[in-house]
């Protein structure tokens, strides 16, 4: 592996003590579909607040290989779709990013014919798209799944899906969001009953709802969408991140600082401030924009991670490295996904003194972690390992540092601005 001696790292000296303010970045997981579900659109598109990230700049490129026209200026992004071509996704682009798949829904609405990439395996678990398939199926499509590709047309003379019921075994985030997508250019009404209700789900009925969508419901488990003939132009503003939010809300706690959070909703951040609350430390909203960390004592508590309005999976790791300095016993289970522990030793190695029993994590919290040099396995697990550097004594070096910049805007400069120790060598 001669590359990786050049991959760069982030040394991070702990044990300071933060201060200041953040401002939250657009919502990846936003940004990344509403760039899917401007493929349903044959006119102009702005998005406001597109993050600049890793997986954002992988799905430009896959639009750009279906023939959409991007033009880029700071946080916002003006795509053209008019002329594309729904059977050019790239296999070696759709394979490292699960999201792109999920322009499936759009194009096969729009085109009445896709081919596209089956996404790849994740270091997270086995990840399949059934569930997006089934439904689709269920819409009409004729789906055909041949060496790693899946190809869905539609027959008849208006190739257009057709509106149906649709019940889905698990409220997958993913496979909400394609059949919400499919649905919007859809013959009649659709049902998705046990729809996901994250946040990034209704800001995607919102945005397809700005383009002329007729949609209800979304941010339930039960959405409904009257399919119209053609959506037109938008120009619209990506959601703030709540993960991203709620990682600096814990880079608060697990270094004992007042932080504050700016430009967030905090109806999204609600089973984040539960737990913290839990753990003793004090979440106060200042503005309605904004909320303010006061640190507290440490102490154990319990987190299962589930569906929207559930503790989110994608603040397990981050919640793992400040339970690994509280005070007590907790337990963690990690029930999304099956294979999202990872983390735990690389914690383990700095110190934390951590068990696994299948998806569950006890944690018996010690007084201090220490820096080492630790390998990010996954895009949350690398902002565990950050937050556990910040909090730890002597110097953490975290590499593996492309999965951190899949999903965090100039997270190093935002640290740095707190009074982090921090650099990338
Ligand atoms: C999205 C988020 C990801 C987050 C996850 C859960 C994006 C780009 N990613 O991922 O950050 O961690 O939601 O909040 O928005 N499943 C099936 N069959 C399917 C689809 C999913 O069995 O067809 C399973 C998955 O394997 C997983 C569970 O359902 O165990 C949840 O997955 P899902 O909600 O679909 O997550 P994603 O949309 O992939």
């Given at each position: 592996?001669?590359?990786?001696?050049?991959?760069?790292?982030?040394?991070?000296?702990?044990?300071?003590?933060?201060?200041?303010?953040?401002?939250?970045?657009?919502?990846?997981?936003?940004?990344?579909?509403?760039?899917?579900?401007?493929?349903?659109?044959?006119?102009?598109?702005?998005?406001?607040?597109?993050?600049?990230?890793?997986?954002?700049?992988?799905?430009?490129?896959?639009?750009?290989?279906?023939?959409?026209?991007?033009?880029?200026?700071?946080?916002?992004?003006?795509?053209?779709?008019?002329?594309?071509?729904?059977?050019?996704?790239?296999?070696?682009?759709?394979?490292?990013?699960?999201?792109?798949?999920?322009?499936?829904?759009?194009?096969?609405?729009?085109?009445?014919?896709?081919?596209?990439?089956?996404?790849?395996?994740?270091?997270?678990?086995?990840?399949?798209?059934?569930?997006?398939?089934?439904?689709?199926?269920?819409?009409?499509?004729?789906?055909?799944?041949?060496?790693?590709?899946?190809?869905?047309?539609?027959?008849?003379?208006?190739?257009?899906?057709?509106?149906?019921?649709?019940?889905?075994?698990?409220?997958?985030?993913?496979?909400?969001?394609?059949?919400?997508?499919?649905?919007?250019?859809?013959?009649?009404?659709?049902?998705?009953?046990?729809?996901?209700?994250?946040?990034?789900?209704?800001?995607?009925?919102?945005?397809?709802?700005?383009?002329?969508?007729?949609?209800?419901?979304?941010?339930?488990?039960?959405?409904?969408?009257?399919?119209?003939?053609?959506?037109?132009?938008?120009?619209?503003?990506?959601?703030?991140?709540?993960?991203?939010?709620?990682?600096?809300?814990?880079?608060?706690?697990?270094?004992?600082?007042?932080?504050?959070?700016?430009?967030?909703?905090?109806?999204?951040?609600?089973?984040?401030?539960?737990k913290?609350?839990a753990i003793?430390?004090?979440?106060?909203?200042?503005?309605?924009?904004?909320?303010?960390?006061?640190?507290?004592?440490?102490?154990a508590t319990d987190i299962e991670t589930l569906?929207?309005?559930g503790f989110p999976t994608?603040m397990q790791a981050q919640f793992m490295a400040l339970l690994s300095?509280s005070?007590?016993y907790s337990v963690i289970s990690e029930t999304v996904f099956?294979?999202r522990l990872?983390h735990v030793?690389?914690l383990?190695?700095?110190?934390a003194?951590i068990r696994i029993k299948g998806h569950h994590a006890m944690i018996n919290g010690?007084?201090?972690?220490?820096?080492?040099?630790?390998?990010?396995?996954?895009?949350r697990a690398?902002?565990a390992?950050?937050?556990?550097?910040?909090?730890?004594?002597?110097?953490?070096?975290?590499?593996?540092?492309?999965?951190?910049?899949?999903?965090?805007?100039?997270?190093?400069?935002?640290?740095?601005?707190?009074?982090?120790?921090?650099?990338?060598?």
């Amino acid at each position: 592996m001669v590359q990786d001696s050049v991959q760069p790292v982030l040394e991070i000296w702990g044990g300071h003590s933060l201060q200041g303010d953040v401002t939250i970045s657009g919502a990846k997981n936003s940004a990344l579909v509403l760039m899917a579900g401007s493929l349903l659109c044959p006119e102009d598109c702005r998005l406001r607040n597109v993050p600049e990230l890793a997986d954002i700049k992988k799905m430009s490129q896959i639009l750009t290989a279906l023939g959409v026209k991007l033009i880029k200026n700071g946080n916002t992004l003006d795509i053209d779709a008019r002329d594309i071509n729904p059977t050019q996704a790239p296999y070696d682009l759709v394979s490292q990013l699960r999201a792109s798949f999920f322009a499936i829904g759009a194009l096969l609405a729009r085109f009445g014919n896709v081919r596209i990439p089956l996404p790849g395996g994740c270091a997270i678990g086995a990840r399949p798209v059934d569930l997006h398939v089934r439904g689709l199926q269920a819409m009409g499509a004729q789906v055909l799944i041949e060496s790693g590709i899946v190809h869905a047309h539609v027959t008849g003379r208006d190739r257009r899906l057709q509106g149906a019921n649709i019940y889905l075994d698990y409220p997958s985030v993913g496979a909400t969001e394609t059949l919400l997508m499919a649905a919007t250019l859809a013959n009649g009404e659709t049902i998705i009953e046990n729809a996901a209700q994250e946040p990034e789900i209704v800001d995607l009925a919102n945005f397809c709802i700005a383009m002329g969508a007729k949609i209800t419901g979304a941010g339930t488990n039960k959405i409904i969408i009257s399919g119209v003939e053609r959506l037109h132009s938008v120009d619209y503003q990506v959601i703030p991140d709540r993960i991203e939010a709620g990682t600096f809300l814990v880079a608060g706690a697990i270094t004992q600082s007042e932080i504050t959070v700016s430009s967030v909703i905090p109806e999204h951040l609600v089973p984040v401030i539960a737990k913290l609350k839990a753990i003793g430390c004090q979440v106060v909203q200042e503005d309605s924009d904004c909320l303010r960390l006061i640190p507290g004592e440490l102490k154990a508590t319990d987190i299962e991670t589930l569906p929207y309005p559930g503790f989110p999976t994608d603040m397990q790791a981050q919640f793992m490295a400040l339970l690994s300095v509280s005070d007590g016993y907790s337990v963690i289970s990690e029930t999304v996904f099956e294979n999202r522990l990872r983390h735990v030793a690389e914690l383990q190695r700095m110190g934390a003194d951590i068990r696994i029993k299948g998806h569950h994590a006890m944690i018996n919290g010690v007084a201090f972690l220490s820096g080492a040099p630790v390998m990010a396995t996954d895009l949350r697990a690398s902002a565990a390992l950050v937050l556990a550097g910040l909090a730890a004594q002597g110097k953490t070096i975290v590499s593996g540092l492309h999965h951190l910049d899949r999903g965090y805007e100039n997270i190093e400069s935002k640290l740095v601005k707190l009074g982090a120790k921090i650099q990338r060598v």
